[in-house]
């Protein structure tokens, strides 16, 4: 089990594992088991990275919970997390999560989706 081979990994601790745990909650139509796991993964962690590697976190817990907050209908929290992605685009590299948001908002009735705004060093687009 990756708790007990890492116990003093705080990236696997407070990242990963959480992740795991919320994405095995959603493929078992269990929101808010996924979300209530989530909750453990707050900012800064969320935008944690292993420093001098090329191992990106790809913001895969703040994606999953934006994929809870989908399963369990909460547009506006899903709309949060999403623009978390987009304004940390420099972090997904061209991890699978940088185009959800986007597929998200095309998938979803306009007059319904939140709206995301790409920002790039304070500008608005």
């Not at 007990?4 to 745990?21: E, G, K, N, V």
């Not at 095995?24 to 990275?49: C, D, F, H, I, W």
């Not at 949060?80 to 992605?85: A, L, P, R, V, Y």
């Not at 304004?87 to 699978?96: I, K, L, Q, R």
């Amino acid at each position: 089990m990756l708790s007990a081979r890492f116990p003093l990994d705080t990236q696997m601790q407070s990242l990963w594992l959480p992740a795991i745990r919320a994405q095995l909650a959603l493929n078992g139509k269990n929101p808010a088991e996924a979300l209530r796991v989530l909750q453990t993964v707050e900012s800064p962690m969320e935008y944690g990275t292993i420093l001098l590697t090329n191992n990106p976190s790809c913001l895969y817990p703040t994606c999953t919970k934006a994929q809870a907050y989908v399963a369990s209908g909460q547009t506006t929290d899903t709309a949060t997390e999403f623009q978390k992605i987009i304004d940390h685009a420099g972090m997904v590299w061209n991890c699978s999560t940088g185009a959800l948001p986007q597929r998200y908002r095309f998938i979803t009735n306009d007059a319904v989706a939140p709206k995301f705004s790409v920002r790039r060093r304070g500008l608005e687009a």
